[in-house]
């Protein structure tokens, strides 16, 4: 069922594993009233005595400040944070008027030597490595001595993992070290987290317990979700009509399941899943198949939103035109009666962008041009598909365009340009070859070493690494500052950026190991209790 190859993507091949889903789904659920009932009352239990420990730290005048941070990042760590956050808010708003009271700002400063380097006795302390490497991964342009802690944490870090009279913190380390808490999807980490975690006692114990129930009851919603979009997928039937293009509806839904991770965003979740399909599909169509008088004709039909344009047309593109339209009328209007504004407007910009962009691309190919880095790298952007993820997450989380957040659909602001320029320069570091496809897509390091000649492909995927690095800094002050948006809008533009490289770290099989292991783990595999 878990077979290495793209056909594992095509839950909508297989009836059967459709009805499975839905099958375990309802099983844990409902194996009977009784059973069903005790967990759902058990579940509250834990949650109630893990708020009151919480609570507890809160109305505590003397408490230990690193025991309320480190609840915190437990609570996290476990992906059960969503419970808790006006206890989370209040432990860290306590810290906040305490680092100000006492004016310790510098606190790195405290791991410098006298020559103002980070002091190397420090070796010897391996969890304060890592919690200072975590805490460097939160950098923003300009704070050098967060850079300077996390290039010393890492060679450190990385001594220790090699060294190996140390082999029982080795994995620890290693884990630190390729997945920092910060850059890494919480739901795909907190079962190894579980594992660390056995043989607690006291406090982490109960919060354990209620990660694991929450673990698997979330499991059953992402079972019964993936039915859903099975059907649909199913009931489109792009994938009989468009045989060239891609059929992968469960890492479609995989996009969409870590953009939107709030249990109750369910329905959300379904909505989104449809236009990320489309994006993978109009892509395909871009990349793969459509001559360029065919596209540009295509894109004027996404510009004007008109079927009349569509005389010209192949089938093919009518189809997918077709799907486009209805789906988009279709989320707009749940939208419209859920919210009670109507986003079609925006929508349709979304979706011109997006085609302009694939056209750019297509001409460049046709022409035999070669942009330069810099212009390739302005239109991949939006070429990447996020700006429509997002602008349709905005939407489907009950957002309204205000003058704060009028930039959204007309231009692109860093919370959206930031993990689009981290997935796309993920993808042209050269190991993303996207199983099988026969793409006519360049590349940032193809146009940048066309521009300079003596650079060397090492010196050039070292400069898209830095790129990468200076994204993730951007991306990190866009989230950490004031903004005009809701905090489940600013952890699904996280998330994205965090997915990229599991989607990205394709085999020589041009398979995804990394990704499918982690959605066996989540959608397959329970907790156990």
Not at 22 to 41: E, M, P
Request: charged content about 25%; proline content about 3%; overall charge negative.
């Amino acid at each position: 069922m878990l077979s290495s190859n793209r056909q594992y993507w095509s839950i909508a091949q297989d009836p059967a594993l459709a009805s499975s889903f839905l099958q375990n789904a309802d099983n844990y659920r409902n194996k009977d009233d009784n059973t069903s009932c005790f967990g759902v009352q058990h579940a509250k239990k834990y949650l109630e005595v893990c708020r009151n420990v919480l609570r507890n730290v809160v109305a505590e005048e003397e408490e230990d400040p690193f025991e309320g941070l480190s609840m915190i990042d437990t609570v996290q760590r476990l992906n059960i944070d969503y419970h808790f956050q006006e206890e989370i808010e209040a432990i860290l708003r306590r810290q906040y008027v305490r680092y100000i009271t006492h004016g310790e700002y510098d606190v790195f400063n405290k791991f410098k030597d006298e020559e103002g380097k980070f002091n190397k006795d420090l070796s010897e302390d391996i969890e304060g490595l890592m919690a200072l490497y975590e805490a460097s991964q939160l950098n923003i342009e300009g704070e050098d001595v967060l850079d300077e802690a996390g290039k010393f944490c890492e060679q450190l870090l990385n001594a220790w993992e090699k060294d190996r009279d140390n082999i029982n913190h080795a994995g620890v380390v290693g884990n630190t070290l390729g997945h920092p808490y910060h850059k890494s999807l919480a739901s795909f980490m907190a079962k190894e987290f579980f594992d660390n975690s056995q043989g607690s006692s006291g406090w982490l114990n109960d919060f354990l317990q209620l990660a694991k129930m929450d673990f698997n009851m979330t499991q059953s919603m992402h079972q019964k979700e993936i039915a859903q979009i099975s059907k649909w997928w199913g009931d489109l039937g792009l994938a009989k009509e468009l045989k060239f293009a891609r059929n992968q509806p469960l890492k479609w839904y995989i996009c969409s399941m870590v953009c939107l991770v709030d249990p109750d965003l369910s329905d959300e979740r379904v909505e989104l899943t449809k236009p990320i399909s489309l994006i993978y599909i109009i892509d395909d169509i871009f990349d793969v198949h459509g001559t360029l008088e065919e596209l540009t004709l295509f894109t004027e039909a996404i510009n004007k939103w008109d079927f009349g344009t569509l005389d010209q047309l192949p089938e093919y593109m009518k189809i997918c035109f077709k799907a486009l339209y209805d789906i988009t009328e279709e989320i707009s209007q749940k939208i419209y009666q859920k919210h009670g504004s109507n986003p079609l407007d925006s929508l349709r910009k979304t979706w011109a962008s997006l085609c302009n962009a694939f056209l750019v691309e297509a001409q460049w190919f046709a022409l035999g041009q070669s942009p330069k880095s810099k212009d390739y790298l302005e239109n991949a952007i939006v070429s990447s598909g996020v700006h429509v993820v997002l602008v349709h997450s905005f939407f489907l989380l009950g957002q309204r365009i205000t003058e704060e957040t009028e930039d959204l659909v007309e231009n692109m602001p860093g919370i959206i340009s930031s993990p689009a320029t981290i997935l796309r320069l993920w993808d042209d570091l050269g190991s993303a070859m996207d199983e099988s496809q026969d793409g006519r897509d360049g590349s940032y390091i193809e146009y940048y070493m066309k521009e300079h000649q003596d650079c060397s492909i090492k010196d050039a995927r070292e400069k898209v690494v830095n790129m990468i690095s200076d994204a993730w800094k951007r991306l990190n002050k866009e989230c950490l500052s004031p903004n005009p948006f809701p905090a489940t809008f600013t952890k699904a533009s996280l998330n994205i950026a965090r997915m990229v490289p599991l989607l990205y770290n394709y085999d020589e099989n041009h398979g995804l190991p990394s990704l499918e292991e982690h959605v066996k783990s989540v959608l397959y595999e329970s907790a156990s209790m």
